[in-house]
């Protein structure tokens, strides 16, 4: 008799294979998916973060800017205050002058000669330059530091500011005043301005922001009085 031997089915086993190295091969997919949607959410925000920072810093620039702005306007509001200040007390002073009882004043036309002729000759040869409150040259001067360059020219020097040069010699009358002579508004000792006579009846200054170094007739600003250093 012949004994038949069957074959185990391999059916069954095989289409549980294939189904389930799809199904690894669907969640392979899958992760590497997500991994790379996370990625790209990274790099966005990687780039949105380099952006805001970008933008901060532009902010910030713009703001120090602006600040830098507003304070330079403020500075230069201050100075023409100042000046419009000192223009108002000079004017003031010049009134009481006019109306007080002593008489007007004539002033001296001679012509400079020896340091004082180069003390004129420098304040002449800066008119036009700057007006910058604290300069003492060489391009730009405040009104003492004007004169104490001008005097630094013939081997003096002068005190710094305005009330310490207008009692830094012998005080003269404007009647009397010569070319070289430091001229000053205000009271000696506390004068708010100075200049330099350089004769026929003007003077050179550093006068305010606005006009630099100027020559102007003593009828443009009556000086309070006058030193002579030299």
Sequence with gaps: ??????????????????????????????TMQTRAQLQSQEDAAVKDAATAAKKA?????????ARAEAKRKAQEEARAKAAAAARASRSTVRTELASSSTPSTSVSTSTATGSAASIVAFVQAHIGDAYV???TGPNAFDCSGLVQAAYRTVGVDLPRVSQSQST?????????????????WGSAGSAYHVAIYVGDGKFVGAQNPSSGVVEHDM????????VRVL
Excluded: F, H, R, W
């Design 1 to 30: 008799m012949t004994e038949t031997i069957e074959m185990p089915t391999l059916s069954a086993d095989l289409t549980t294979t294939v189904a389930q190295s799809a199904q690894a091969t669907q969640q392979i997919a899958l």
């Design 57 to 65: 810093k532009s902010k910030a620039e713009a703001a120090a800017k």
């Design 133 to 135: 409150m604290g300069s």
């Design 168 to 184: 830094a010699g012998t005080q003269v009358s404007l009647s009397s005043v010569q070319p070289g002579d430091i001229l000053y």
């Design 219 to 226: 009828s443009y600003d009556q000086p309070t009085g006058a």
